[in-house]
């Protein structure tokens, strides 16, 4: 399925507020579930993800970089989603893979609750990797260690980079492969 900009209101309803949200301090890695600053594991080897909290500028990064945005779901009172903060989305090989290949956008599901409802999420923590335009890549429900989370990363870089090789062979930017020969 595909949810385009305009179909979730990304440039207009549920964006506004969003300047009077709270935002976490910059550089105190992923902490929107508390308070207080998370130090990422091993935080002297690795950069922490830079996590961005507006959707509409997450979108507009997506459009000028060319990566797919992560988006992840949760709530401040979700204990699996305190869990995916700490041991996954902390761990040095993911959030290198994030910082690296996607727009991270963090969502509070309590400050936003019509975006959970348009994207029909059933469960917290929840990541998108969407396009640019908003199309849904992937959708993954809940907690994952830090290896299966990645795998599935890569799974959906794989498949967004399958179906856009699709669309450049339909327009005719990339000619068709022509089958290998076997001898």
């Not at 995916?84 to 040095?92: P, S, V, Y």
């Not at 856009?164 to 020969?181: C, D, I, T, W």
Request: a positive charge; hydrophobic letters at 35%.
């Amino acid at each position: 399925r595909v949810l385009f900009r305009s179909g979730l209101g990304l440039g207009s309803s549920w964006v506004q507020g969003a300047e009077n949200a709270k935002k976490p301090a910059s550089g105190t890695g992923f902490n929107l579930f508390r308070k207080s600053a998370v130090k990422p594991v091993a935080a002297e080897k690795q950069e922490a993800v830079e996590w961005l909290h507006d959707p509409q500028e997450a979108f507009d990064q997506a459009e000028e970089t060319g990566r797919p945005v992560l988006l992840v779901m949760g709530g401040k009172r979700c204990s699996w989603c305190r869990k995916l903060e700490k041991d996954t989305l902390a761990e040095a090989k993911v959030s290198e893979l994030i910082s690296g290949s996607f727009v991270p956008l963090h969502v509070n599901v309590e400050d936003h609750p019509d975006l959970a409802e348009v994207l029909a999420v059933e469960s917290y923590p929840t990541t998108f990797v969407l396009t640019a335009n908003g199309g849904v890549v992937s959708t993954t429900a809940g907690y994952l260690p830090a290896a299966k989370y990645r795998k599935t990363l890569q799974q959906s870089l794989a498949k967004l980079a399958k179906q856009e090789s699709q669309v450049r062979q339909a327009s005719g930017e990339v000619p068709l492969e022509k089958p290998s020969k076997k001898r």
